[in-house]
């Protein structure tokens, strides 16, 4: 589903993911852990082509994300390619980037009419179908600055989900939450890998959440995979030394 080929990302001399080669299958669930800085948060943003490669490609399903055919040889992807390239890619983010002025049934459905092509009664249909997954039908009416931190980021859920993404991204999604609001979170994202076949790619902190959803582990630091396993092996007998010193550091 996702293959990064020798990715290099570099911002000026800073080399953040140093010719990178890990691939995804459909379905998986993976969880990235490192230290700050390690480039997990990198990794998400160049699937969703907020940031070009320096070098290498990205490979999303059988096509080139970050590059173009050309003649039969691959060239980096213009900035205009990119964004309509992340269609099957959907992403929450730590500060959920709701829009403030619209109310909350309109940012759920906003993308679905106006990208994919919905008509407006499909998409509220739709919308209210999502708001009741996450728990939230009684707040469709609302401006987002009515909900709490935790529900705008079950809306931000929502809204990702609305545009029936094949691989969804979720970063660091509940740091910027109050404690309370955390658990309602994540037991809507455990629902979704519980219910759905919908790639995940999880940047976290919550180490218990990263071991109940994700089967797959991949621990980086200083932009390359130090090790990589299934939940159990890295949280409960890592082989490298610096994966036990990071999660002692954070557990
Ligand atoms: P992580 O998510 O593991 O904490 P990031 O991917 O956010 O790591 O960052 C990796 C490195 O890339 C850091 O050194 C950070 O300062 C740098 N970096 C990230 N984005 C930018 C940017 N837009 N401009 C310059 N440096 C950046």
Redesign the pocket.
């Known amino acids: 589903m996702i293959r990064f080929e020798k990715v290099v990302k570099k911002?000026?001399d800073?080399t953040?993911l140093d010719h990178l080669d890990f691939s995804v299958r459909r379905g998986d669930r993976v969880t990235?852990i490192?230290?700050?800085?390690?480039?997990?948060?990198?990794?998400l943003?160049l699937l969703m082509t907020l940031?070009k490669v320096t070098d290498g490609v990205i490979w999303v399903g059988d096509e080139p994300l970050s590059h173009i055919r050309r003649r039969g040889k691959l060239i980096p992807a213009p900035e205009k390619y990119l964004r309509r390239r992340r269609r099957t890619i959907g992403m929450v983010f730590q500060h959920f980037n709701l829009f403030p002025n619209m109310k909350v049934i309109d940012n759920i459905t906003e993308a679905p009419i106006r990208v994919l092509g919905h008509s407006k009664q499909d998409a509220r249909t739709r919308a209210m179908e999502l708001l009741e997954m996450v728990g939230l039908a009684d707040k469709a009416e609302q401006h987002p600055s009515k909900l709490s931190g935790g529900q705008q980021q079950r809306v931000a859920i929502a809204r990702a989900l609305a545009m029936e993404p094949e691989i969804l991204l979720l970063d660091e999604v509940t740091s910027a939450l109050d404690p309370e609001t955390v658990s309602d979170v994540l037991d809507v994202l455990r629902e979704i890998a519980r219910t759905t076949d919908i790639t995940m790619l999880i940047?976290t902190h919550e180490m218990r959440f990263a071991r109940d959803v994700s089967n797959r582990v991949l621990m980086?630091d200083g932009?390359r995979i130090v090790e990589e396993g299934t939940p159990e092996k890295i949280f409960g007998e890592p082989d490298e030394e610096r994966t036990r010193k990071f999660l002692h550091a954070v557990l």
């Open positions: 911002f000026g800073n953040v990235l490192g230290p700050s800085g390690s480039g997990k948060t990198t990794i943003r940031e940047v980086f932009g």
